[in-house]
């Protein structure tokens, strides 16, 4: 064990699906956007992103296809929203914040899909990036 590459620990509701990112998150953003208030039934969701190859699975989300090339991974057996990937671009995936055993860890970087935001979460981390 080496404490230059952190082990983040995560899964599920259920513990169905358990993954463990090696390494620091490349990024970290509240997306405001409609798509991911369906998928995560809350105003905003918090992603953070590692590299795809720094990644290792014990249980495997199955994923919907929820445009065309974006893909969001879920529990085959809970539900639990937990992932987010392009098809065509490997080089990264996204974990929902909350999938993390210890969210505390992360700090968005930037806010995304500001002009769908609702008011009530718009004002969350002023000090970071905004993008429309
Ligand atoms: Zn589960
Ligand atoms: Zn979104």
């Known amino acids: 064990m080496t404490a230059k590459h952190p082990e983040?620990?995560?899964g599920c509701l259920c513990g169905a699906?358990?993954?463990v990112a090696s390494g620091e998150?490349?990024?970290?953003?509240?997306?405001?956007?409609?798509?991911?208030?369906?998928d995560s039934g809350s105003g905003v969701s918090t992603f953070v992103a590692f590299p795809t190859n720094a990644v290792t699975w014990d249980g495997k989300p199955r994923e919907y296809e929820s445009s065309p090339g974006k893909y969001r991974g879920f529990c085959p057996k809970c539900g639990s929203s937990i992932t987010w990937r392009k098809g065509d671009d490997d080089s990264f995936i996204d974990f929902r914040l909350g999938t993390f055993d210890d969210p505390s860890l992360f700090k968005a970087k930037k806010h995304l899909w500001m002009r769908t935001a609702l008011p009530s979460f718009a004002g969350i981390d002023p000090e970071i990036e905004h993008f429309d």
Request: hydrophobic share 20%; aromatic share 4%; glycine share 16%.
């Open 25 to 38: 998150p490349i990024g970290s953003n509240h997306c405001h956007c409609g798509m991911c208030r369906k």
């Open 17 to 19: 699906v358990r993954f």
């Open 8 to 10: 983040h620990r995560g």
